[in-house]
């Protein structure tokens, strides 16, 4: 099927167009949108804003045909050539005047003729556009991320991530073995698993995360109270125009991790992950001391934990905004805004930025 497919703004110059014409290969599994192919300049491209042409389908006689119009324009072209110089051997026995014009009329022609060499337009064939369908489409199943454990635990890179995962949850002490009781409640969990990419498109990482079945929990049993607050929009703005307004520095940091650094008040048990069962002890269970992602009181257990430390150093939280805290100095003044587990953080002194985030540092494993 053939579509018009938008090219994104760093892909063409300032005056080329903003669509060509492609075929349609099927849906991205990786990326929101449809996958193009541009046979004319052979490259792929992946991208939802597209227009569909339904009346058009493309085949492989379609393609061998343009092939073949293309070569007849040559040839006509040659003839033309042809067909001139003879005529003008015809012209050169009418006389010496006539010889004269058409000699002017020819220089005339020769000056406004380009002297760009031009390359003859090569068109791919039918074979090799299959050849390099089939190689995008193993390109995509290598990024593609598995959909249960029997399928990561086939692949060595999905393995690695499930691996890395569980050293973090064994080395933050996420949980204790514990014998099963007769009766107790216990949650289940599953792996999640995620290709991260970087701006440009390329790999990231492979990254596998061990999720609680937290919809199976019980109110007043192993959980409570679940409302976190999120800094609002209007607070980030006024942040951010304040930086910038008094020209102060504006710095990112984010929290590896960051559900594992709450502590549960609840009794929380949890069977053990799929694959990494204790080989002494399969039948025990997870006895949860730290919030794991997928509990349903894992955001407030977190926001509560960083909250609690930032009044221990001497922040003061917000009344207007429950995620905003700030640090008054005799001359100067810091302010850190929460959203979930980013911080943006702001100061009219960057020695006391550089201060707080080493405590921070030392409190919390943080990414700058």
Not at 149 to 154: G, I, L, R
Request: hydrophobic letters at 35%.
């Amino acid at each position: 099927m053939c579509l018009l497919c938008s090219l994104p703004g760093q892909v063409r110059q300032k005056l080329d167009e903003k669509s060509i014409k492609c075929i349609f290969l099927g849906i991205d599994p990786i990326k929101n949108g449809y996958r193009c192919f541009d046979a004319n300049n052979e490259k792929f491209y992946v991208s939802r804003s597209v227009k569909f042409d339904e009346m058009r389908n493309w085949k492989k006689m379609e393609f061998d045909e343009e092939i073949y119009l293309t070569s007849g324009v040559h040839q006509n072209e040659e003839e033309k050539k042809e067909n001139n110089g003879t005529e003008q051997e015809k012209q050169e026995e009418k006389g010496k005047q006539h010889e004269s014009d058409i000699n002017h009329e020819t220089s005339t022609l020769e000056l406004r003729r380009s002297t760009r060499i031009r390359k003859p337009t090569e068109r791919l064939t039918y074979e090799s556009f299959i050849a390099q369908h089939y190689l995008f489409m193993a390109k995509v199943n290598e990024y593609t991320e598995p959909t249960d454990f029997e399928d990561a635990s086939q692949k060595p890179k999905w393995k690695n991530a499930m691996k890395e995962e569980i050293d973090a949850l064994q080395k933050n002490d996420t949980w204790e073995l514990v014998p099963k009781m007769t009766g107790q409640k216990v949650i289940g969990c599953k792996w999640v698993y995620k290709t991260k990419f970087n701006s440009d498109g390329t790999l990231n990482r492979c990254k596998a995360r061990l999720v609680a079945k937290g919809y199976s929990q019980t109110y007043g049993i192993d959980y409570d109270e679940t409302f976190s607050p999120v800094a609002k929009m209007a607070s980030i703005r006024v942040v951010i125009s304040l930086a910038s307004s008094l020209n102060w520095t504006l710095h990112q940091m984010d929290v590896n991790n960051a559900f594992l650094n709450g502590f549960l008040k609840e009794e929380v048990f949890m069977e053990q992950p799929e694959g990494f069962k204790d080989s002494a002890n399969p039948e025990f269970v997870c006895k949860l001391k730290r919030g794991l992602y997928g509990l349903k009181q894992a955001p407030r257990t977190w926001f509560e934990r960083l909250a609690n430390y930032l009044k221990i150093v001497g922040f003061k939280q917000s009344l207007a905004d429950a995620s905003v805290f700030i640090m008054n100095g005799k001359n100067d003044i810091i302010i850190i805004v929460l959203y979930v587990d980013d911080l943006i953080i702001t100061s009219s002194n960057d020695g006391l930025i550089y201060e707080t985030k080493m405590k921070l540092s030392a409190q919390f494993e943080m990414k700058d």
